[in-house]
């Protein structure tokens, strides 16, 4: 078990108290989407769950309205992801076949909606026109980063202003409201700017080091190779592709685009003999020491209670654990 994963344990007892929360949010009396929501909840950290009730924890929100907003996240991940595996055609999720594959493509967009709206009925009902605002403009940002992923798939030619612009609307978006949404609901302005920027940090360093799972191996969690048949060029192929001949360079691109089967072999070779992952991985580093950094302006701002301490510990402990992540 990895040092990030043994972290994420520390949190067993809240996520089993968010589980039974959302099974109750997500009600539904058609049974088809039930269905769905139940398969899609069945895995996954709740990392983005966890950021939100530790937030909430260290801005003194009362354990309902933690919840609430950790659902409402968790709703809206998990409707990115239905929709994500019909957009990518994908076969497999966490080594389970993808909802889309199990119950077609309509019906795993449509469940995804009826996520995005539960969403933000909770939202709503918390009575922040504030929070539910900053909220739709996520959203509404993660739509963006799925375009221009889209718009970049399969053409060779992303650069590393591009990858960062699409991740940063496709990751650390949604970390960055998980984090600030409990201090916006609680008011606390000092909190929401440190909060939110602990979060876009977080996030940046967790994609960073999800991309160069594709390309590590090993009992991940993730299918080896998804993001590079998928069409998605990361950072980890962004800069073995930038230190490559012109000639080589061309043979790769070439390749990926006629779907050549021996062309991932030939491309995870050379992304492994580049030193492109040490290099992603020390990226990730820097971005999770700039969060842990915002969480220690918090600290220093005036004196905290031992749970708010205890919550700003936790919240620094994902920080700096997240670049060891090998699930």
Request: aromatic content about 4%; charged content about 25%.
């Amino acid at each position: 078990m990895s040092v990030f994963a043994d972290a994420l344990g520390e949190f067993d007892g809240e996520i089993a108290r968010l589980n039974a929360h959302m099974r109750g949010r997500m009600q539904t009396e058609v049974s088809l989407a039930a269905d769905i929501i139940v398969r899609q909840l069945a895995g996954g950290k709740r990392l983005r769950a966890i950021v939100a009730m530790l937030s909430a924890r260290l801005c003194g929100l009362r354990e309902e309205s933690s919840l609430e907003t950790a659902a409402a996240i968790e709703f809206i991940h998990t409707a990115t992801l239905l929709h994500d595996d019909v957009v990518d055609d994908a076969d497999t999720r966490r080594r389970q076949a993808t909802a889309n594959r199990v119950y077609g493509n309509a019906a795993s967009v449509l469940v995804g909606d009826f996520l995005y709206s539960r969403a933000s009925q909770i939202l709503a009902q918390l009575g922040s026109v504030r929070l539910l605002q900053r909220m739709t403009d996520a959203t509404n940002r993660l739509s963006e980063g799925e375009l221009l992923q889209l718009l970049a798939r399969g053409s060779g030619n992303v650069s590393e202003r591009m990858y960062f612009s699409i991740i940063e609307r496709k990751t650390a978006n949604l970390f960055e409201i998980a984090a600030a949404g409990p201090a916006i609901l609680a008011e606390k302005s000092a909190e929401e700017k440190a909060l939110a920027e602990y979060g876009r940090r977080l996030g940046l360093a967790f994609q960073l080091v999800d991309d160069c799972l594709d390309y590590e191996g090993g009992d991940t969690g993730k299918e080896i190779g998804r993001d590079f048949s998928e069409g998605k060029m990361t950072l980890p192929v962004i800069l073995t592709v930038a230190q490559t001949s012109a000639k080589e360079r061309d043979a790769l691109i070439n390749g990926w685009r006629s779907g050549a089967p021996d062309v991932f072999a030939k491309t995870l070779r050379m992304v492994q003999k580049s030193g492109a992952l040490a290099q992603t991985r020390a990226r990730a580093a820097e971005e999770a020491a700039a969060a842990a950094a915002q969480l220690q302006k918090l600290q220093e701002t005036k004196p905290r209670t031992e749970t708010e301490t205890a919550a700003l510990h936790s919240l620094a402990k994902l920080a700096k654990t997240s670049p060891d992540r090998t699930a």
